[in-house]
T-cell receptor, first 113, second 115 residues
Framework: KAGVTQTPRYLIKTRGQQVTLSCSPI?????VSWYQQTPGQGLQFLFE???????NKGNFPGRFSGRQFSNSRSEMNVSTLELGDSALYLC????????????FGSGTRLTVV | AQSVTQLDSHVSVSEGTPVLLRCNYS??????LFWYVQHPNKGLQLLLK??????LVKGINGFEAEFKKSETSFHLTKPSAHMSDAAEYFC?????????????FGKGTRLHILP
């Protein structure tokens, strides 16, 4: 059973650019959540998609957006990149049922210069 | 309201000695509780979970955790630390609210293993 796949693994962008990250969940999982991890702030929840609908959203500016496709694959977009957006972005998939836990991908390391 | 407190940001133990990583939670309802481990530059891996069955939960790599409702704790233990256990550990609480699954991560505990 394939795990959660995040692409790319590493990315370097310059300030002002935009970036799109991709996440393919475990087959059959309909929920995909995105997290930003930084040394200073730890793990912060960005948003969750379930069956192509955003179900929950964290406290991030509108520059951070996402979407989910009919095959449950999800993309996250960050526009007008800032230096502070440098982080490890983690995607987690789940069946969407409480108590079953989340399976995380290895993350995309974004560096903004 | 949910909250998770990992009481130690760093823990150091010698190889072969017991590990104790502490986690206290607050939840309005019957929560599900999880421990995840993250090795450097890797994603999070589920170690174990509690979902209202047995209060002593066994996970992978020899880890276990005990759910103590009276103490609102879910501490992670391992009898004998191994060098490969050096990583960051996250305690997570999850509960169903308004048909949505809300999860909260603790701030993490970095485990250092001394040779």
């Amino acid at each position: 059973k394939a795990g959660v796949t995040q692409t790319p693994r590493y990315l370097i962008k310059t300030r002002g650019q935009q970036v799109t990250l991709s996440c393919s969940p475990i087959s059959g999982h309909r929920s995909v959540s995105w997290y930003q991890q930084t040394p200073g702030q730890g793990l912060q929840f960005l948003f969750e998609y379930f069956s192509e609908t955003q179900r929950n959203k964290g406290n991030f500016p509108g520059r951070f957006s996402g979407r989910q496709f009919s095959n449950s694959r999800s993309e996250m977009n960050v526009s007008t990149l800032e230096l502070g957006d440098s982080a490890l972005y983690l995607c987690a998939s789940s069946s969407g049922r409480t108590g079953y836990g989340y399976t995380f991908g290895s993350g995309t390391r974004l560096t903004v210069v | 309201a949910q909250s998770v407190t990992q009481l130690d940001s760093h823990v150091s133990v010698s190889e072969g000695t017991p590990v104790l990583l502490r986690c206290n939670y607050s939840s309005s309802y019957s929560p599900s509780l999880f421990w995840y481990v993250q090795h450097p530059n890797k994603g999070l891996q589920l170690l174990l979970k509690y979902t209202s069955a047995a209060t002593l939960v066994k996970g992978i790599n020899g880890f276990e955790a005990e759910f103590k409702k009276s103490e609102t704790s879910f501490h992670l233990t391992k009898p004998s630390a191994h060098m490969s256990d050096a990583a960051e550990y996250f305690c997570v609480v999850s509960e169903l609210m308004n048909r949505d699954d809300k999860i909260i991560f603790g701030k993490g505990t970095r485990l250092h293993i001394l040779p």
